[in-house]
């Protein structure tokens, strides 16, 4: 069975503080896909990042950046200097390779303060 | 990706009534999925709906309290039946783009509020 644990529940920053975002994951799948999403409060979910398991290379986009680690079987999500815009709830979820079930975490509740 | 129309965007319905969820998807998909997010919490996968079959129920959801129609490959729809105010969550519906490197896009999720 796969599963997804967000640890955070919820965390709160001061505007332009760094922030990173924990998931951890389970699998018995070799291959698999780990993926990124924002829902602000309007609901809609807003794909961020898909990274594959046989691909651990990191990756920077603009103030965001993901830390793949196979070995601890960790993605996680960095913020850098935080925005108020970004405040919303960030969910990590895991996709199987030989199904398209995605498993969610309980995601992680993030509110930038002015 | 896909781009997804999810209607209607909120209702509130009397309980005991039913509410039918639409998505229509901007191109063809083999796999539409349809989820249930209730107040705070994360995302829970009810079935999976594929084009010319009866769709797939996750443990603990039925067909008879959620049934699902799939006529053609860019539109599905989700009904949430004899509705109490446990049913009260979004619904989204969320297709796998064709190159999953690319993720699953979803819809704008439907806000049910039972009363």
């Known amino acids: 069975a796969q599963k997804v644990t967000q640890a955070q529940t919820e965390i709160s920053v001061v505007e332009k503080e760094d922030v990173t975002l924990d998931c951890v994951y389970e699998?018995?799948?070799?291959?698999?896909?780990l993926f990124w999403y924002k829902q602000p409060p309007s609901g809609e979910l807003v794909f961020l990042i898909r990274?594959?398991?046989?691909?651990?290379q990191n990756e920077i986009s603009g103030r965001y950046s993901w830390n793949f680690q196979k070995s601890t079987s960790s993605f996680n999500f960095t913020i850098t200097a935080s925005q108020v815009v970004d405040s919303a709830v960030y969910f990590c979820?895991?996709?199987?390779?030989?199904?398209?079930?995605?498993?969610f975490g309980k995601g992680t509740l993030l509110t930038v303060n002015p | 990706s896909a781009v997804i129309s999810q209607k209607p965007s909120r209702d509130i319905c009397q309980r005991g009534t039913s509410l039918t969820i639409q998505c229509q998807v901007d191109s063809q998909v083999t796999m539409m999925f349809w989820y249930r997010q209730q107040p705070g919490q994360s995302l829970t996968l009810i079935a999976t709906a594929n084009q010319g079959s009866e769709a797939t129920y996750e443990s603990g959801f039925v067909i008879d309290k959620f049934p699902i129609s799939r006529p053609n490959l860019t539109f599905s729809t989700l009904t949430v039946s004899n509705m109490s105010p446990e049913d009260s969550s979004i619904y989204l519906c969320?297709?796998?783009?064709?190159?999953?490197?690319?993720?699953?896009?979803f819809g704008s999720g439907t806000r049910l509020t039972v009363v």
């Open positions: 979820a895991l996709g199987g390779g030989s199904n398209y079930k995605l498993t």
């Open positions: 990274r594959n398991s046989f691909d651990e």
């Open positions: 699998t018995r799948d070799t291959t698999y896909y």
């Open positions: 969320s297709v796998a783009n064709r190159d999953r490197y690319n993720g699953y896009t």
